[in-house]
């Protein structure tokens, strides 16, 4: 069994950064293909980048050039370092494996983008 518990999101103006960890329990961490989603508000929950096993990524085009996802497998922890935000960023973001488990989804953490 993983928990996930997702933190660093708050407020920032257009054009800011923020850097999302998401700490995970469990000895398996190491061996999952972790990931960030995002949910706006009205909308799905949609992926935004991915992390395997042995560091190799994948970034939804909107986030090309802005997002950088990373691991620490010693500190059982995932992280998105986020430049360049845009208020189309807003949304609760959450981490999760990829695909995505149910059971994994917490509570999320806020990225509001406004001036």
């Known amino acids: 069994q993983v928990q996930l518990v997702e933190s660093g999101g708050g407020l920032v103006q257009p054009g800011g950064s923020l850097r999302l960890s998401c700490a995970a329990s469990?000895?398996?961490?190491?061996?999952?293909?972790m990931a960030w989603y995002r949910q706006a508000p009205g909308k799905e929950r949609d992926l935004v980048a991915n992390?395997?096993?042995?560091?190799?990524?994948y970034y939804v085009d909107a986030m090309k050039g802005r997002f950088t996802i990373s691991r620490d497998n010693a500190k059982n922890t995932v992280y998105l370092q986020m430049n360049s935000l845009q208020p189309e960023d807003t949304a609760v973001y959450y981490c999760?494996?990829?695909?995505?488990?149910?059971?994994?989804w917490g509570q999320g953490t806020q990225v509001t983008v406004s001036s």
């Open positions: 999760n494996v990829h695909p995505p488990l149910m059971r994994y």
């Open positions: 469990g000895s398996i961490f190491k061996s999952l293909c």
């Open positions: 992390i395997t096993q042995g560091g190799s990524t």
